[in-house]
């Protein structure tokens, strides 16, 4: 059982481009009868299907397997079609520590957002200079919450 200690910030320019070549991401959302989360992903010419628990704080459970591309597009166009998430995200490590960044597309553009996975809820980890405020507490930055109240149809006092 895996438990994924991400959090979340906004970010303020545009130096983290000099450090990784984007990824395009394209992810959807399969209904659930609870809380709990089930993504099928595209991105880097692989596939995965993630199963996530509901939040606890910066923490939740989180299952991920590989997939067979074909099983993705057919899963993402007959189960997600009303619920996809498109985004060119940026990996790389600063520090010894891996940080993703996502550029949203579509109804979310304009957003842009880093993610941190950590060790611990209280590892401490290098902050670069183009990471603003934080957002790990804000459920509206969740992607599978974009998917529902997208980006550019926040209020600028949302932003």
Not at 35 to 46: A, C, D, F, Q, T
Request: proline share 3%; net charge negative; with cysteine.
């Amino acid at each position: 059982m895996a438990i994924e200690i991400e959090r979340k910030f906004k970010v303020i320019s545009h130096e983290y481009r000099k450090l990784s070549k984007p990824l395009f991401c394209k992810q959807g959302y399969l209904d659930t009868q609870n809380e709990h989360l089930v993504r099928v992903r595209i991105m880097g010419g692989k596939a995965y299907l993630t199963i996530k628990s509901e939040n606890q704080g910066i923490g939740r459970l989180e299952f991920e397997y590989e997939i067979p591309i074909d099983d993705a597009h057919a899963l993402l166009s007959k189960f997600c079609s009303t619920s996809l998430i498109e985004k060119n995200r940026y990996i790389f490590s600063l520090e010894g520590t891996i940080w993703e960044v996502d550029e949203f597309l579509s109804e979310n553009l304009d957003l842009v957002v880093a993610e941190v996975e950590l060790a611990s809820e209280n590892a401490v980890f290098f902050k670069p200079s183009w990471i603003g405020k934080e957002v790990s507490d804000d459920s509206k930055y969740y992607n599978f919450k974009l998917v529902e109240y997208p980006y550019t149809k926040w209020k600028k006092t949302e932003k």
